[in-house]
């Protein structure tokens, strides 16, 4: 079969544009982080603006539809990563082009290859700017549990904290 | 790495012009009623005009076609073993590999690269859509000068509850006797086998996650043929109940060669 069935709700080019354009890059990077090549990474924003497009509930805020649309994408990349089941392996030469010197491509690499409950926390504190309490309402944790993975994630990636 | 460079990371992490025409291109071409009106009006037209010869002859040829297929696909399954490991907190490996894809629109073309017949379940071509469109052939090349090839897609239901299943094919190199999978999880699993109505041994791990979104079920399948080769599938559910994965299973297109 070869046509999709569509729900009720349908928005228009020009809307889905500007939510296209403030939503891209962001997902991009979580969804890179994850996947570690742009051709998966294509396939999960398409998703995740279909999600947006099509199947979101009504959001109360724009900070609202910004965490929501953050924990789709974190899902369908750990469902895409469990559903081919195989074990993932990153291209050096794609990393290269993401990274402007060697020391952050070692980074990135660093990146990826945490586990997925580090990686989400380290991302969404460090890269998209969330407070801890922000981060265990898009995560479904308590803020405990957050800090723990931070503490985790920085101890695996060698963060040091910086003196206040 | 100091915590201020880290947040100050220059990463140049973003969609290219060509990702984004490709994406927006996939919106902008969508129609909500007329794309489902116009393939049902499409294949209705076709069928008025073929002559009545012409669709006896082609219903002779396609019966001849199906009994050969029928013969060829001959394999030998086995029961697999499924080892369940916790991962390690690093576990991704990073090699020098070089990877590429080819995208069809019809999943026919892929196997048509490794020169084989469709093998996915004929329940899911049937009764799901291919997701954006796209069933990908990737081979990868490693540096020790070994080649894997693999062809995969996702497939969505035609109905709101959006059923959706992952499909890998693997093609290998060598005979898959005694061959395990081992999976690398800390999420509970349940594992158990089930014999398909045409006799091909498979295994199905049920995952159990602390989340329900890393719920979901996994069935493998390895196999020899003398006419296919070597392979093995790994076919995931998400949100599918077992009695319809057995129907999946069912469908998949090979038959178990019965040894006296």
Known sequence: ?164 | MKENKFKNLNLKLDTDSSMDERILEHFTTFSKSTNAFKFKKRVKSFFIHIPRVAVLFTILIVCSSLVGWAAIKYVKTYPIDIQIQIPEENDNVISNSERTRQHFKKVEDAFAILELPNLFPTYVMNNYYLNNDRCTYMETKYDDGSVSKEIYASFYSNDAQAKRVDITFLPTLTSQKDSGVTMLTDANVTTSAYVTKSGLHCSIAEIDGEEDFEDGIIAFLNFDSETLGYGCYSIYFDDIEIKEIKKILDSIPIVEKETN
């Open chain 1, 1 to 164: 079969m070869d046509y999709v069935q569509y729900p009720e709700q349908w928005i228009s080019e020009e809307l889905f544009l500007i939510k296209y354009s403030i939503y891209k890059t962001m997902l991009f990077r979580i969804a890179f982080s994850y996947l570690g090549n742009k051709h998966d990474c294509e396939d999960i924003l398409q998703e995740a603006f279909i999600k947006l497009c099509y199947h979101s509930p009504d959001f109360q805020s724009d900070e609202d539809e910004k965490r929501w649309v953050v924990r789709i994408t974190i899902n369908l990349c750990k469902n895409h990563l469990k559903s081919f089941w195989r074990k993932k392996r990153i291209d050096t030469e794609e990393l290269e082009a993401y990274a402007y010197e060697s020391e952050d491509r070692d980074v990135l690499i660093s990146i990826i290859q945490l586990s997925p409950k580090y990686k989400t926390v380290i991302l969404l504190f460090y890269f998209e700017g969330y407070k801890i309490s922000e981060i265990a309402d898009i995560m479904k944790l308590s803020e405990s549990a957050v800090k723990m993975r931070l503490k985790r994630g920085r101890e695996l990636l060698k963060i040091e904290l910086e003196e206040s």
